[in-house]
């Protein structure tokens, strides 16, 4: 062979092994696209995840919302617990205060019965010799709550009376 023959030859051979160097480059290169690619695809498909759960997100807030200002509303013509609170406590003070002056005046009523009875209390006492048969009832049969000079509770003057109409 000669020196051309040669030199083809190994330009040849220089060239076949650049074209080889090349195609490991370029599978190579193929390769690293694939992965990026693949790469690429799960980003994507994180991304869409991630958008889906947002809108998800958003639409339950929206709807949360919506039920919170319809809970709002609907509270809204509600009395708050402290406030009814203040009210019965004011009513329960009123009732035993009521409850106190009615045990009192049916205490004071019975005073002045049971006074009755006491020598000059201006009360004519029936002679005991009187009082056999079924008419011994007693003083209480002849004195009845309208003869006693006790007022009752609607002669007395009308009451104070706070901002609910009942009895202070």
């Not at 049971?114 to 056999?132: F, I, K, M, N, R």
């Amino acid at each position: 062979m000669s020196i051309v023959e040669e030199e083809i030859q190994k330009a040849q051979e220089e060239r076949e092994e650049e074209r080889h160097k090349h195609c490991q480059l370029l599978e190579q290169l193929e390769a690293e696209k694939t992965e990026e690619t693949s790469k690429l695809q799960l980003a994507i498909a994180a991304r869409d995840a991630a958008l889906a759960d947002s809108q998800r997100v958003g639409h339950e807030i929206c709807e949360l919302q919506q039920q919170l200002e319809s809970t709002n509303a609907a509270l809204q013509d509600q009395v708050p617990w402290n406030d009814i609170q203040l009210v019965l406590d004011q009513a329960h003070g009123d009732m035993v205060s009521m409850t106190t002056r009615f045990w009192n005046t049916i205490d004071a009523l019975q005073n002045r019965r049971l006074a009755s009875y006491l020598p000059g209390s201006g009360v004519t006492h029936a002679d005991p010799a009187e009082q056999s048969g079924p008419a011994t009832q007693g003083h209480d049969a002849h004195l009845s709550i309208s003869e006693s000079n006790v007022p009752l509770p609607s002669q007395q003057e009308p009451s104070a009376r706070n901002q609910f109409g009942s009895l202070v």
